[in-house]
Every structure is written in structure tokens, then in C-alpha cells.
Nanobody, 118 residues
């Protein structure tokens, strides 16, 4: 059974930092691309950052330079380091996984809340 469990969310002031973690089990982690998505109230879920099985990274334009995605294949964990947080970064952040060459995200975590106060 595949499980993705996010942690590290919380309340932070604008300008602060958080590091999200997503622990994966039930998958051969090194074969999966991983992504962080977020959904703010009243908005659609959007991709924030992704990292391929080979370590290539992608960021949505507004997060370049502020967010960093990384992975530890030995521990089956993917991280999202978020710096210079803004109130508009407030959302539920979800971890997702997909096998290489698969377009859709196959597995999802339950999410972790990030709230940035002004």
C-alpha cells in the first residue's frame, strides 16, 4: 500500500521559512518523480515544484528562488524548503508521486497546512 505522509507545516510570519517533508512507503522511491502541490481556499490545486527520479527539478515561476525541492532516496523522503514566505503562500500543501514517464500524479498525501501571517 502506497503512503505519502507530509509534515512540517504550521504558522509562520511573513518572511519566515518552513521545511516540508514527505515520507513515502510502499513504493520503490527512486523510480518515482515527486511533486509538491498546493491548494488555497477557493482556488484550484496547483503544482509548486517537482523533482524527477533523476533529480531534475521544476518550479512554478512565482516560487523560483524562494522554494527548493530536494529528495533523499535512501530515506524515501522529499523536501520542500520554503523561504521568504508570503501570506499568499498560505495553503494546504500536498505531496504527490508518479512513476517516470507517467504524466498524471498517481499517489497523493493528505496534505499539511501552511499559514503565513502578515
Amino acid at each position: 500500500q502506497v503512503q505519502l505522509v507530509e509534515s512540517g507545516g504550521g504558522l509562520v510570519q511573513a518572511g519566515g521559512s518552513l521545511r516540508l517533508s514527505c515520507a513515502a512507503s510502499g513504493v520503490t522511491f527512486g523510480r518515482y518523480g515527486m511533486g509538491w502541490h498546493r491548494q488555497a481556499p477557493g482556488k484550484e490545486r496547483e503544482l509548486v515544484a517537482a523533482i524527477s527520479s533523476g533529480g531534475s527539478t521544476y518550479y512554478s515561476d512565482s516560487r523560483k528562488g524562494r522554494f527548493t525541492i530536494s529528495r533523499d532516496n535512501d530515506k524515501s523522503i522529499v523536501y520542500l524548503q520554503m523561504n521568504s514566505l508570503k501570506p499568499e503562500d498560505t495553503a494546504v500543501y500536498y505531496c504527490a508521486a508518479r512513476m517516470t514517464n507517467i504524466v498524471r500524479w498517481q499517489y497523493w498525501g493528505r496534505g499539511t497546512q501552511v499559514t503565513v501571517s502578515s
